[in-house]
């Protein structure tokens, strides 16, 4: 079955860690852009970050700059979301998608997604609590 799976969720203290990986089943994301994704309850889904499949570009939206780090492992066929300086806010359930295009970035409203998707995850949960 393809599919996209993440993991690496789970409860962390204010101003902790967790990285999260996106890993690909019997398909290869060396030709997909990923993007990172969260939805919180009463909010809308929100784009966190993209990396181009090209350059390895990669996108951040302005709620999660210089404490989110994006990347990727081609030989693991894997993306991963480091994520540092936790907050509650960041509570959320967090999804990564799959495009053969590029990524999308509007600097202007500190935005970033995906045009298309063409894979999605099933979401791991992130709660920041004391």
């Known amino acids: 079955q393809v599919q996209l799976v993440e993991s690496g969720g789970g409860l962390v203290q204010p101003g902790g860690s967790l990285r999260l990986s996106c890993a690909a089943s019997?398909?290869?994301?060396?030709?997909?852009?990923i993007g990172w994704f969260r939805h919180a309850p009463g909010r809308e889904r929100e784009g966190l970050s993209c990396?181009?499949?090209?350059?390895?570009?990669?996108y951040y939206a302005d709620s999660v700059k210089g404490r989110f780090t994006i990347s990727r492992d081609n030989a693991k066929n894997t993306v991963y979301l480091q994520m540092n300086s936790l907050k509650p806010e960041d509570t959320a359930v967090y999804y990564c998608?799959?495009?053969?295009?590029?990524?999308?970035?509007?600097?202007?409203?500190?935005?970033?997604?995906?045009?298309?998707?063409?894979?999605w995850g099933q979401g791991t949960q992130v709660t920041v609590s004391s």
């Open positions: 998608a799959a495009d053969l295009g590029p990524c999308y970035s509007d600097y202007d409203q500190g935005r970033v997604g995906l045009y298309e998707y063409d894979y």
């Open positions: 019997r398909f290869t994301l060396d030709y997909y852009a």
């Open positions: 990396i181009s499949s090209s350059d390895g570009s990669t």
